[in-house]
């Protein structure tokens, strides 16, 4: 995976992570008692920005991680991810193309004994 890839994904699932994250644990202005005029009462009493944002940095480096060297592990790249498989192949072959390692069954050109 080239470095842009890799910064970009990141960047993705950071701001996906984010937004999943920022709803728990805030309490409105409402539920604590204390409405700042000019405010909504839906506000956050302390949005505890900081904290949400750790926790979001280290969800995303244990999600892009495991993404990161599952695909170096197996050869995938984002481009395979974005091909469909070929589903009108046999079953054991469906997968991006060019994914099957070399000699592996279902491979083209693999004999049987």
Not at 25 to 50: D, F, K, L, M, Y
Not at 51 to 66: F, K, N
């Amino acid at each position: 995976m080239a470095v842009t890839s890799a910064i970009v994904m990141f960047a993705v699932i950071w701001w996906l992570a984010l937004l999943c994250i920022l709803p728990f644990n805030t309490r409105s202005q409402e539920e604590a008692g204390e409405i700042v005029p000019g405010t909504p009462a839906s506000a956050p009493e302390n949005p505890r920005i900081g904290r949400t944002l750790l926790w979001t940095t280290g969800l995303t480096v244990a999600l892009w991680s495991a993404l990161f060297f599952g695909m170096q592990a197996t050869g995938w790249s984002l481009r395979d991810l974005a091909e469909p498989p070929d589903y009108t192949a046999p079953r054991e072959s469906w997968r991006p193309a060019g994914t099957h390692p070399a000699g592996a069954a279902g491979s083209e050109g693999a004999t049987s004994p």
